[in-house]
């Protein structure tokens, strides 16, 4: 006998499933989910559901119900015992520019009913302004230094709370789409079978469903390219067994599939793009399409996301799995076939996605406090990407056009040439990195970057094409600015005194970091020997060149508040570091090993210089 729900066309065994699914069709007798809004019969069962929905994004679950009234008033409200208005800032927090604070804690959230934006606060308060600065004199590479830090070294969890918040919508669309059983009849009259339990009634019954996890029993696109490559992995960790990164034994393929489910993807792939993504801005969020993208980057980007949303103690996520990650996308890399050119770039798109996933995969690995893994980073696996652009011609790559009005298809054709340079950009800046931190001799020379600069975030972060090209149009008086190369030979050649160049106006954040990273990277050259002819006197030019372009672009609203997306914000302690170094090496100081030619793995060194400039700065 089968109970017949009176309002659809559902249909139970039971009379009590009946009874728990007209609850539904009552929105008085139900809970609903705070994030997708699907109602429930018990708040329990609502909060159970919340866990793993996947319009979740990483936000943290609703406090469990209590009684007594609610609070509806935010926290400054509450405890100045004032009315709140309940806006987002409410009037109150707007006039101390401040923003509201709806629980107790650190992080800032907000109401349910306030969409979170791709733009900005336009109120930047006391706080956020002190992040923007970098909180000091060597605030990053104090913390980076530091040998009481052991993990998240990159700061990527702690910048990441000052990032503005994303609107993941379009997102969750494509993830419903790859979340779509491929054949939902073939689960049923294939291999699988469930005794007493009929087609037709396991098609219809919820309690079913709470029962067996979809990803089982309707497998879809997204569930089967996690089996294939929760497989590789564990295929990968068994031949590395006694090699390289001697491991003892291969990863549990259980162990694996509960960190990569299909339950958890969603929540990863928010949360690298709300932390990770700032300090790293080469996948492009507005055409990311988790459906359509490589085995290697669904997991690095998985991984990242899962680094900054899982606890550290999680019994299912063994940092082994970074190393067994990292060896599975080496490996491909090392085994690519390379083209010499490529007119159309969509061709190149899985090499382009295996090279962005080697990116990520290799500043993971450097976030990690473990001296090992950042030895093999740096002489082994950073300079196989660096062979890797370098025969893809990417270090050469100009724009087909400037940036103007874009129909849809023009406009991707285009992003995907920016994802090509952005590579290039954020290697070289890796590579800035570890000459700066570890003395490491440079894989990429600044006048091999013949390639043109990266877009500004706001173009990069556009959300479609007409959107795009709005910006664009705003744009385009600006000049065109030249290769990174040229840029850094006009900072050496101009003048202190000749005032800005033409193009200064047109650099951003961005820009400025990659800037400073490759006047610090030439001054060590000259240091070291390498490039004699670069005397101290043009890089101190260079160095005041940088400095008076900065102060005049963090002085530009618009692009004051793009300071706090990622590690923009700290590009001015670079500078700080390499006048240190200039002053100190002119007046032959040998108390530091620092300021010696000889690569480390270690950090004691850094440390001891930081820490002596930032007392010298205090």
């Known amino acids: ?26 929105p008085l007798l139900t809970s609903s989910c705070p994030f997708c809004h699907k109602s429930f019969q018990k708040p329990e069962i609502t909060r159970r559901h919340s866990k793993s929905c996947a319009k ?64 900005p606060s336009p109120v930047i308060n006391n706080t956020s302004r002190r ?34 918040r994303r609107n993941f919508e379009k997102l969750y669309t494509n993830l419903e789409d790859a979340l779509v059983p491929a054949d939902p009849l073939a689960a049923f009259s294939g291999d699988l079978q469930i005794p007493g339990i009929s087609t037709q009634l396991a098609l219809s019954s919820d309690y079913f469903f709470s029962e067996y996890p979809s990803e089982v029993l309707l497998p879809s696109k997204l569930s089967n390219q996690l089996t294939q490559l929760t497989n590789d992995l564990v295929e990968t960790s068994k031949s590395m067994i006694n090699g390289p990164i001697n491991t003892q034994q291969p990863l549990e393929l259980m162990e694996l599939s509960a ?43 998985s991984l990242a996301g899962a680094a900054y949303s899982l606890p550290r103690d999680d019994a299912n996520f063994s940092p082994y799995i970074f190393d067994v990650a990292e060896e599975y996308i080496f490996r491909k890399i090392a085994n690519l076939s390379i083209a010499s050119s490529q007119e159309d770039l969509t061709h190149l798109m899985p090499t382009v996605q295996l090279i962005q996933s080697a990116l990520i995969m290799e500043m993971l690995q450097f ?43 023009t406009w991707t054709m285009l992003v995907a040439e920016e994802m090509c340079i952005r590579i290039a950009c954020w290697v070289f800046l890796a590579d800035g990195f570890l000459t700066v931190c570890f003395k490491n001799y440079p894989a990429l020379s600044v006048f091999e970057m013949d390639c043109h600069l990266a877009w500004s975030a706001e173009l990069w972060e556009a959300e479609d094409a007409e959107s795009f090209s709005k910006i664009a149009v705003a744009h ?13 030979d006009q900072l050496l050649e101009t003048p202190k005194t000749a005032g800005p160049t033409p193009w200064s106006s047109s650099l951003s954040p961005e820009h400025l970091l990659i800037i400073i990273y490759a006047i610090s990277s030439l001054a060590f050259q000259a240091r070291s020997g390498l490039l004699k002819y670069l005397s101290p006197e043009k890089i101190s030019r260079a160095a005041a060149n940088w400095k008076q372009i900065w102060d005049s672009v963090v002085k530009t609203p618009k692009k004051e508040q793009l300071l706090h997306l990622g590690y923009p914000k700290h590009a001015e302690e670079l500078w700080w570091l390499l006048n240190a170094t200039l002053e100190v090496a002119n007046k032959h100081d040998k108390r530091f090993p620092y300021l010696d030619n000889a690569a480390t793995d270690e950090l004691g060194s850094l440390n001891d210089f930081i820490q002596w400039c930032y007392r010298s700065t205090s």
């Not at 990053?140 to 702690?158: C, M, N, Q, W």
């Open 1 to 26: 006998m089968m109970f017949q729900c009176s309002q659809c066309d559902k249909a139970y065994q039971r009379k009590t499933h009946l009874v728990r699914h007209e609850s539904t069709h009552n």
């Open 56 to 119: 979740k994004n990483n936000q943290p679950l609703p406090p469990s119900a209590r009684p007594g009234r609610k609070r509806l008033s935010c926290q400054p409200c509450f405890l100045a015992k004032t009315a709140c208005d309940r806006s987002c800032p409410c009037s109150r927090c707007r006039n101390l520019g401040r923003q509201c604070i709806y629980e107790t804690s650190t992080s800032t959230s907000y109401p349910a009913h306030i969409s979170t934006s791709m733009s």
């Open 131 to 164: 992040m923007i600065n970098g909180g000091g004199p060597f605030s990053f590479l104090r913390h980076f230094a530091s040998p009481s830090v052991h993990k998240d070294r990159l700061a990527i969890g702690e910048t990441a709370k000052c990032s503005i």
């Open 259 to 301: 960190v990569l489910s299909v339950s958890n993807i969603p929540s990863f792939i928010s949360a690298f793009f709300q932390s990770l993504h700032w300090h790293l801005p080469i996948v492009h969020f507005p055409t990311f399409d988790p459906g359509n993208i490589s085995n290697p980057l669904l997991l690095a980007i």
């Open 367 to 409: 976030g990690r406090d473990d001296i090992q893994t950042r030895r093999r980073i740096r002489i082994i696996r950073h300079p196989c990407l660096v062979s890797t652009i370098r025969s893809l011609g990417f270090l050469k790559l100009k724009r087909s056009t400037a940036p103007r009005v874009f129909d849809y298809w």
């Open 476 to 488: 385009a008086i600006d000049v065109p600015l030249p290769p990174l190369s040229e840029v850094v």
